[in-house]
């Protein structure tokens, strides 16, 4: 949950990423972009920021912003109705990423999740992007990432995206950030 000052202040840090990544966002998208908290309050270390350019029933580009060492949590795209879960790749514009997906474990993974939540994180095949990386990962395949200490830019391109059908391995995690008038 967070306040709608605090919404738009992280608008705000988002632009800014987006902006040293030399990326051109309108006004209009600025207001746009979203602050995902994943339900845990807890921003800065588990969140988004996310700008969507365009979603259709066929596919989808993002631009996902990071704070630095902030993890968007371990989660899958799965089958829905018959169809196939979002495939994504991900291209790193600024900073740098680490992503973790099924496959064999790296020996000295770069990464931690976010203390207390350990046990929600289970796979641990890395993938390091800096800038001009890229990487896909196919439907229905849990991973997750986390930025470097500056933070990161990264460009999302996938087929429709349904964000609310995501599986989460942290029961604990709702997609939809609540947005209140102020803190109690």
């Known amino acids: 949950m967070i306040t709608k000052a605090e919404l738009k202040t992280r608008q705000d840090q988002a632009y800014a990423y987006f902006t040293r990544a030399g990326l051109v966002i309108t006004p209009a998208e600025r207001e ?8 845990l309050s807890d921003f800065e270390k588990t969140g988004l920021g996310v700008l969507v350019y365009v979603n259709t029933q066929r596919c ?11 993890t968007c949590p371990e ?9 196939p879960g ?3 790749t991900f291209r790193c514009r600024w900073g740098k990423v680490t992503l973790y997906v099924e496959g064999p474990r790296s020996p000295q993974p770069g990464c931690r999740p976010p203390a207390g939540k350990e046990a929600t994180y289970t796979v641990w095949h890395q993938v390091e992007l800096n800038p001009g990386d890229q990487y896909t990962i196919m439907p229905d395949t849990l991973h997750w990432f986390q930025s470097g200490d500056q933070g990161a830019v990264v460009s999302e391109f996938s087929t429709r995206s349904t964000d609310e059908n995501d599986i989460f391995t942290d029961r604990e995690i709702g997609r939809a950030t609540k947005i209140v008038e102020e803190a109690k």
């Open 32 to 39: 746009k972009i979203e602050v995902a908290d994943f339900g």
């Open 75 to 83: 989660h899958r795209h799965p089958t829905v109705g018959g169809v």
């Open 60 to 70: 989808c580009a993002k631009e996902l912003a990071m704070w630095p060492r902030q």
């Open 86 to 88: 979002k495939e994504e």
